[in-house]
């Protein structure tokens, strides 16, 4: 069917809740979608789930990618139970699975992320791998998660690399978004762009600049600030209504076009290398120098990639970076920035963001 872009279209989850001990509140929501509960849970959070009983609940330990031979296992071993709702407890593969697992059998689904790395939770798509982890395809679920819980107390458990990798993947929605609104592109529901979510592109640039900083120390030290939990709320939710309903355009693009390179795929996290990305994408849309100096302030300060290297790309040879730029060429989301960019253009911004970053070094 052809987008209709005449309509503006954003899509959120049912309920969101974010706290302390928020997983405590489990029950009470599997209560509410029938009781019957189906769980995949991440091996580190097995025993969260048994010291608060929800062993009580039927769960697999999940460590696969989100690919079709696991969910279509999970729906082969589930599908009789007479299950109500598939949750998962678990990181951005995790979440994914449950997302489809749930769309395929008609279940509902609650999501309880324990990383903050990215708006995966927030979204009604996953993002499909083969089996040996390279991405394939986006499966788009009928509905938006039912549930988004948020546990802080869980989330400051994983690594502060996943949290400043969440606001990597973040700082990409307000340019991303620009792209999007300069050139009249679809966002990623198919439709125009919501006031609301271009709203939370500013939101999301502004408070990243304000408050990711802070942020970051006090999750290294594993201090629950007032400023942690907004950059929890926002790489999950915010970023999440940005990205879904103000669109995606060259940084996920050149993260999809670095990603060819096993070095970079097999070793850094997803808002890594879209931050590097985010830093490509100024160069090839000739951003204000003041905006791409407070940009690399940013990235320098919580340690996202500003070179090549930092995403394990140490002398790429030049058919490298042609093979990359023409990844990033061929990925749609490119063109939502400005439908006449060459493989050229894309190869000497990627030179020029690495150049930069490595002369301020
Ligand atoms: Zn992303």
Redo the contacts with the bound molecule.
Sequence with gaps: MEPRMDLRISYFPGKFIQGNQAILELPRFIDLFGGKAFMLVTPSMEQMVKANGFDRYDYEIFKSACCWDAINGIIGRIKDRDYTVIVGIGGGKIVDTAKAVADKLDLHVILAPTVAA??AAFSACSVIYTPDNIEESVYYEKHSPDVLLLDNSLIIGASCRHFVAGMG?AL?VYFEGRGCMHSGAENSLHGRQTFCALAMCDYCLDTLLRYGYDAKTAYENKIITPAVERIIELNLLCAGIA?EGAG?AAA?AI?NGLTIMPQVRDHYL??EI?AFGVLCELHLTDSEPEEMDEIYCFCEDLGLPTTLAAIGLTDPSDADLEAIAQATFDDPYLHHENPNTTVQEIKMAICAADAMGRDRL
């Design positions: 990215s708006s993947d990409a990205f995606l996920h993260h997803h808002g879209v």
